[in-house]
């Protein structure tokens, strides 16, 4: 069992749609958390950054951290087809090396 | 500007031949790292560096060859031994602050592709 386990879609949704990306994790040790967007053939850009559980806003992107459930969500409101990329989760504990997702492919049709 | 810069973006090398991918960062961070992704996989970690000529094999680690010479400079040598080389690296840096590391910030990338 992979310690980060993402659905790699891809997933096709309409502009203005509201989109929920999502990983599960088995390491109870992970407390950052962090979603990176990847355009095609472009290295990664971080979005979000969150320590331990709970939400963060920026934007039309909201980042849920459930560490009950070990179970990470990612919200874009009102997507764009600029929004169109492939969205990675990531994770650490403390001074441990980021484990990273296998990433999810959005597409945003205009 | 500050950033990342691989070269080259583009790669084509024969069977065979040891091949260096080059990283350099004006962010003045202290951690480099080198990720290799391959579709479905995500990015698995080769190698990453804290300080000046040190640095630790992550989980591929095998067929690869890293130095540090320069806080600035971290290439990444594709060895003949790696079996299957074919794939896009990433290079990234973040600083090191109270022993934990910050967010990762990556180059535009390589894509090696062996013939």
């Known amino acids: 069992q992979k310690e980060v386990e993402q659905d790699p879609g891809p997933l096709s949704v309409p502009e203005g749609a509201i989109v929920s990306l999502n990983c599960t994790y088995s390491n109870s040790a992970f407390q950052y958390f962090m979603w990176y967007r990847q355009y095609s053939r472009k290295g990664p850009e971080l979005l979000m950054y969150t320590y331990s559980s709970g939400n963060k806003e920026d934007g039309r992107f909201t980042a849920q951290v459930d560490k009950s459930s070990k179970y990470i969500s990612l919200f874009i409101r009102d997507s764009q087809p600029s929004d169109s990329a492939t969205y990675l989760c990531a994770m650490r504990g403390g001074y441990q090396k980021v484990t990273f997702g296998t990433g999810t492919k959005l597409q945003v049709i205009p | 500007d500050g950033g990342i810069t691989q070269s080259p973006k583009y790669l084509f090398r024969k069977e065979g031949q040891n091949v260096t991918l080059s990283c350099e960062q004006n962010?003045?961070?202290?951690?480099m790292y080198w990720y290799r992704q391959d579709p479905g996989q995500g990015l698995r970690l080769i190698y990453y560096?804290?300080?000046?000529?040190?640095?630790q094999k992550g989980d591929i680690a095998e067929g690869y060859s890293v130095s540090r010479e320069k806080k600035e400079s971290f290439p990444l040598t594709v060895t003949s031994a790696q079996k299957n080389p074919t794939a896009f690296y990433l290079c990234?840096?973040?600083?090191?602050?109270?022993?934990?590391?910050?967010?990762?910030?990556f180059g535009e990338g390589s894509r090696l592709t062996v013939l």
């Open positions: 962010l003045n961070h202290d951690a």
């Open positions: 560096s804290q300080i000046v000529n040190d640095f």
């Open positions: 990234a840096s973040s600083i090191i602050l109270q022993g934990n590391t910050g967010e990762l910030f």
